[in-house]
């Protein structure tokens, strides 16, 4: 029987949920570029509930054990002992978020001679690596959209509680019992009148930017594609020739470009250092695109002011991990694009892909990052090959 392996991540500490704090979520049918929500036959969990986790089961079961396959659901992804590269070897799909990814390396794909498919619950599937499972004629698809706006919301929230230092303040409410209204306002500005910019400016740097104009402040971005010069003048946009001129000009920079190699490392020391003293990043796109190393040295150094967001690497990472510790930070673990909301989105896509696996039938251009042995749909438009393979 086809099996199907699936890495989530793990339930809560006191268990999976028997209630929850809201009864329904908002219905979207459709995001703002007019691209419908997933079109699954059927779901097999209500709308709201927890499924990105181990008893959650994104919804699965019922549907794939029915129609003959064997489902696997696992938390343990890491190291050779682990339930993932056990099963690897005759497992003809993988399924993983990338809040919990299954790194699958090219030694990985190499020892999955029966992998077919690997579906990224979410959106970014830089935990793959794509040469290797073109190579291979492995088909990657992820649901794009599903949590673009989460994502975008999310940073939003952490460019304010940066700027306003919401979280040392609630540290001295909570913490220390304490009402130190100096303590709290010795770092806190309003946004107002600041520059803030992205770079990049697919679906979350616009939602974004169109978010954030509300506020009073400067828009600038940076993107390898420039917008559309109405959207650019409705949101009274500043375009950048170059991650430089962006980064030296704004006071706030939120990352929402993919990881590929073209952005590992891109704010390096170097380029933190091209940015006025006293600026801020928020990184909801992935760790890797900031040094790890540079954005404590310039938090300890007080040329940035703050740094937020949710993407690391490793993830887990460590329980040292600098980023835990270091100052001015408002990290959260990998969540922005996990709220009930979104899972509810993903679950339907990753459902609505497998049942076009299943019938044979063509999944959506705009689901695709890998077919065919190339980089496809989205995949085409979003990453570019290793340096080593690049043609
Ligand atoms: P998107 O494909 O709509 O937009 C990405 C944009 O980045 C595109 O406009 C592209 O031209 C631009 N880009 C690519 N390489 C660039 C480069 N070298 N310099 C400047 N711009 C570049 O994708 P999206 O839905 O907006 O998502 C962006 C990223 O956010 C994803 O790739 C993923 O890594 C991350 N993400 C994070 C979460 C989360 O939960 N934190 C959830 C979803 C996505």
């Known amino acids: 029987m086809p099996k199907i392996v699936c890495v989530l991540f793990d339930d809560p500490e006191q268990g999976y949920p028997t209630t929850y704090a809201r009864d329904e979520i908002p219905t979207i049918t459709r995001y703002p570029d007019g691209q419908t929500t997933p079109t699954p036959n059927e779901i097999g969990f209500s709308p709201g509930e927890l499924l990105g986790s181990v008893s959650g089961e994104l919804g699965l079961r019922g549907f794939l054990e029915s129609a003959g396959h064997t489902l696997v659901v696992t938390s343990d992804k890491d190291g050779a002992n682990s339930v993932l590269e056990r099963e690897l070897p005759d497992a003809e799909v993988v399924i993983s978020q990338p809040f919990w990814p299954a790194y699958l390396t090219r030694e990985r794909i190499e020892k999955a001679r029966n992998l077919k498919l690997v579906i990224t619950a979410g959106v970014g599937s830089d935990h793959i690596d794509l040469d290797a499972a073109s190579a291979h004629d492995i ?36 913490d220390e019992r304490g009402w130190n209204v100096a303590d709290s306002v010795e ?56 991650p430089e001129s962006l980064a030296a000009s704004v006071d706030v920079v939120s990352i929402h470009a993919p990881l590929h190699p073209e952005t590992e490392g891109l704010f390096n020391d170097d ?69 009930l909301s979104a899972q509810a989105r993903y679950a339907a896509g990753t459902r609505e892909i497998l049942e076009h696996w299943l019938e044979g039938t063509e999944i959506r ?20 090959r290793s340096r080593a393979d690049r043609r």
């Open 139 to 174: 088909t990657v698809a992820e649901i794009t959209y599903s949590n673009s706006l989460s994502v975008a919301e999310h940073a939003v929230m952490q460019i304010l509680a940066l700027v306003r230092n919401y979280l040392p303040a609630h540290r001295w409410v909570t």
């Open 187 to 242: 770092r806190a500005y309003d946004v107002e009148g600041m520059a803030v910019g992205t770079l990049g400016a697919g679906r979350i740097g616009v939602a974004t930017l169109r978010r954030m104009q509300p506020f009073g402040v400067q828009l600038h971005y940076h993107d390898k594609q420039r917008l559309p010069t109405e959207l650019e003048q409705e949101l009274g946009l500043t375009f950048h020739q170059s």
């Open 271 to 339: 380029l933190i250092g091209k940015m006025k003293r006293g600026a801020y990043i928020v990184n909801t796109a992935r760790g890797r695109i900031c040094d790890r190393d540079a954005v404590v040295r310039a938090l300890e150094s007080g040329h940035l002011a703050g740094y937020a967001g949710d993407v690391w690497y490793p993830q887990p990472p460590e329980a040292d991990h600098p980023w835990r510790d270091m100052p001015h930070h408002g990290m959260t673990p990998h969540v922005s694009g996990a709220t």
């Open 365 to 384: 251009d705009e689901y695709l990052i890998v077919d065919k042995g190339e980089l496809a749909g989205v995949g085409a438009q979003s990453y570019t």
